[in-house]
């Protein structure tokens, strides 16, 4: 059941290299080949501060997805490429591809950054169309484009004249409500998109109200391009039954990645039918001391980052991983008052070595917030 069901979801994803689907300009260029052959792609979600080399280095070793997309560029009249967000670009041993993504809304900053970015070893370049922070979307670019068709139909337009190979966009379903939605859609169409990630909720909606899988599925309905499927993609059976519901040719998954570093490599033996890999709170000790290993230099200077502010931002990554340790939240509780190395693995420890073979929930338990007082 579950294989024939891939087998359909392999010939969603070949369908735009088909002559049919792409028209004498096709870039024709593959997309990135699955690790398993036929299986649904996966992604790991472009996260601000997050996703950074050492982290995707940290997710590859667990268990890389089909490719990774970058923190994106900020594109202005003064903006060159960051240098730390080249590095996961330039320095990629992850052994998957890489997509740089950008934000803007000026056409000319945006072509010649594109520029720029061609020249490193880039899989294709990812327009954001969905950033919610209002100093972005204030400045139209983002999710603040989604309130503007034409806009959006210059831009696309302008990059997929300069873009020789894969050109993405990654957007929510509109801005306030979804009045635009098809009109862009159509516009992907137009501008001969290479692949199309929807993250099922409105700018509004930032990043806790239940994802619009039913708008996800209308996109993948209403363009030529395969659509990877985002938002709350929290376990392998919900990726599954996302793309059930959806038909889209994959998913892109953001903080439950963050949460559970195993998920894509659990995703593939889902999409596979084979028995998913019980992860145990001493496996989380690991990918936790490996976390903090990878992170703890500064990522452009390679200077030692003060130990406060290094447990400051393993605090933030934990505030996810906490949420499927137990379901009274007490690793969290405990985790969030260390201020030194030394407490937060005091913490870890008491927490996660205890009942070392115990199991860390696929799932995050119910009511167990990652960042209470935060969006995300
Ligand atoms: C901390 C954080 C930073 C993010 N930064 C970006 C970004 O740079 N570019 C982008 O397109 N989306 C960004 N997002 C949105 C995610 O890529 C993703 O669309 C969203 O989190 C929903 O997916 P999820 O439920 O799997 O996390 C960010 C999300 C979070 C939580």
Redesign the pocket.
């Known amino acids: 059941m579950q294989f024939a069901f891939v087998t359909t979801i392999s010939h969603t994803l070949h369908t735009p290299h088909t002559p049919h689907t792409h028209d004498l300009h096709s870039t024709a260029t593959p997309l990135p080949r699955p690790i398993a052959p036929g299986q649904p792609l996966t992604a790991l ?6 996703t950074d080399l050492a982290f995707m280095r940290v997710i590859a070793h667990y268990g890389a997805p089909d490719c990774f ?1 970058t ?2 560029f900020r594109v202005h009249a003064q903006s060159r490429p960051e240098k730390h967000i080249l590095r996961s670009i330039d320095e990629n041993t992850t052994g998957r591809p890489v997509f740089a ?1 950008l ?1 803007g809304g000026d056409i000319r900053h945006l072509t010649r950054t594109v520029t720029e970015l061609l020249r490193h070893p880039v899989a294709g370049i990812d327009l ?1 169309l ?2 919610p922070a209002p100093k972005v979307y204030k400045k139209n670019a983002g999710g603040g484009l989604l309130r503007e068709p034409k806009k959006i139909a210059g831009i696309l337009a302008a990059l997929r004249d300069l873009i020789p190979g894969l050109f993405t966009v ?1 957007m929510r379903i509109g801005f306030e409500d979804t009045r635009h939605y098809a009109e862009i859609l159509d516009l992907i169409n137009e501008h001969r998109i290479d692949m199309l990630t929807i ?1 099922g909720r409105t700018v509004r909606e930032l ?1 806790r109200s239940p994802v619009r899988y039913d708008e996800i599925a209308r996109a993948v309905a209403r363009v030529r391009c395969p659509v990877l499927a ?4 929290t376990s392998a059976a919900k990726a599954a039954a996302v793309i059930t519901q959806t038909r889209a040719a994959g998913v ?6 963050i949460r559970n570093p195993w998920i894509f490599r659990q995703c593939r033996e889902q999409f596979s039918g084979k028995p998913v890999t019980r992860i145990t709170l001493a496996d989380v000790r690991d990918y936790i001391r490996r976390l903090y290993e990878a992170t703890q230099t500064d990522v452009l200077t390679g200077a030692p980052i003060p130990e406060h502010a290094h447990v400051a931002r393993m605090k933030k990554f934990l505030n996810f991983t906490g949420q499927s340790v137990d379901p009274e939240g007490a690793f969290l509780r405990d985790m969030r008052r260390a201020t030194t190395a030394a407490a937060l693995f005091a913490a870890c420890d008491k927490h996660l070595l205890a009942n070392p073979s115990a199991t860390f929930s696929d799932e995050p338990h119910p009511g167990v917030i990652a960042r209470p007082n935060c969006e ?1």
């Open positions: 979600a472009p996260m601000q501060d997050v997309v923190e994106f993504q934000i954001n969905g950033c990654k993250h990043y985002n938002g709350n993609i892109m998954i953001g903080r439950h990645a995300t």
